[in-house]
């Protein structure tokens, strides 16, 4: 049997929980409370007892901590959880071998002394969002923590935010039927990923390390627009060059979400998105996630059925130990399974 490390599970350590909640903010509501897998520790062992061969990488969850506080309360916040973790972890390795820093990109240096901080403790890397508060990440006020994390050489969880606040039509306030996470978060992760394309991010720093949620969104569908379609950026747009933009480029822009991203496989069980991921990634771009958890049954499900679909598909016993753990600990450089 393959030992298999779950790369993005989420959990809120209890006394940062205990500090949200106090806080009252509405982002802490029945979604969470409901879930006592997010944040009571003996229900998330019981949880990953349940499966043989089996252990989780711990990370933060929702929402971004730039949204609760602001200025240098960020890091302290930012500290709660790290430390939270860093303790829950070097007690339990069997269980939860390694631990996501959370920063937030909104402090004063751009989460930059944390994220140092906590993957000198023991991070395996560090968590962002895919905006922050709403801006772009590829805003200059940015750039210092993408500096810092590829000196560094640790990989970066990159997690959708986007809330119902983000309208689906422009004569509208809000996002309708959870559209905004159903597709949304998809729309977002895959917007975030050109952000940083052609803005030049990703040829600066070619070392970054940058593991995308949910398979890369909806990138693995559109092959075909983000190859062929991009080849021709400019050729739709007449109010500003977009071909100097893609000269500026020193690849083609299909090569950088293909072999420059990695992504995981928490597609909440759905086994087309899975084969279309496999598809369109790379053996060695790929690590197994669950999502854990939100799912329907508090925290199982996603695990067991990702599990199901991935040991379905035929594929040799090196790449599967490859997805299962090999490449998170080439990615963190960290031996994980022992």
């Known amino acids: 049997m393959v030992m298999r490390v779950d790369?993005?599970?989420?959990?809120?350590?209890?006394?940062?929980?205990?500090?949200?909640?106090?806080?009252?903010?509405?982002?802490?509501?029945?979604?969470?409370?409901?879930?006592?897998?997010?944040h009571d520790l003996n229900v998330r062992k019981k949880v990953v007892d349940s499966f043989k061969d089996y252990a989780q990488i711990l990370s933060y969850s929702l929402p971004p901590l730039e949204l609760l506080t602001?200025?240098?309360?960020?890091?302290?916040?930012?500290?709660?959880?790290?430390?939270?973790?860093?303790?829950?972890?070097?007690?339990?390795?069997?269980?939860?071998?390694?631990?996501?820093?959370?920063?937030?990109?909104?402090?004063?240096?751009?989460?930059?002394?944390?994220?140092?901080?906590?993957?000198?403790?023991?991070?395996l890397g560090v968590q962002i969002y895919t905006n922050v508060a709403g801006k772009p990440l590829d805003e200059p006020e940015f750039e210092p923590f993408f500096a810092a994390m590829a000196k560094l050489g640790k990989?970066?969880?990159?997690?959708?935010?986007?809330?119902?606040?983000?309208?689906?039509?422009?004569?509208?306030?809000?996002?309708?039927?959870?559209?905004?996470?159903?597709?949304?978060?998809?729309?977002?992760?895959?917007?975030?990923?050109?952000?940083?394309?052609?803005?030049?991010?990703?040829?600066?720093?070619?070392?970054?390390?940058?593991?995308?949620?949910?398979?890369?969104?909806?990138?693995p569908m559109l092959e075909g627009r983000i190859g062929p379609g991009w080849d021709q950026l400019g050729a739709r747009t007449s109010d500003e060059d977009l071909g100097a933009v893609l000269k500026r480029l020193k690849k083609r822009p299909l090569d950088y979400f293909k072999h420059s991203f990695y992504a995981d496989t928490a597609v909440f069980g759905g086994e087309p998105a899975t084969h279309c991921g496999f598809g369109f990634y790379d053996f060695d771009k790929i690590v197994f996630a669950s999502d854990c958890p939100f799912d329907p049954e508090k925290g199982t499900m996603y695990i067991r059925e990702t599990q199901r679909i991935l040991d379905g598909i035929d594929f040799p016993k090196d790449k599967q130990e490859q997805v299962y753990h090999g490449n998170l600990e080439a990615l963190t450089g960290v031996k994980l399974v022992k």
């Open 155 to 219: 990989p970066i969880w990159m997690h959708p935010a986007r809330a119902a606040n983000f309208p689906d039509y422009l004569t509208e306030k809000k996002s309708k039927y959870e559209i905004w996470w159903t597709f949304g978060w998809s729309y977002e992760t895959a917007a975030a990923m050109a952000r940083l394309v052609f803005s030049g991010i990703m040829d600066k720093y070619p070392s970054l390390k940058i593991i995308t949620h949910h398979f890369g969104g909806i990138v």
């Open 7 to 38: 790369a993005y599970t989420h959990f809120i350590p209890e006394k940062f929980f205990a500090k949200i909640v106090e806080s009252g903010h509405p982002g802490i509501g029945k979604r969470v409370r409901e879930i006592p897998c997010i």
């Open 70 to 123: 602001k200025g240098a309360e960020l890091d302290e916040y930012s500290k709660l959880i790290n430390d939270g973790f860093a303790e829950i972890t070097a007690k339990d390795r069997d269980r939860f071998p390694g631990y996501v820093a959370q920063v937030s990109l909104a402090a004063p240096d751009a989460g930059v002394a944390e994220a140092t901080r906590a993957i000198k403790n023991g991070a």
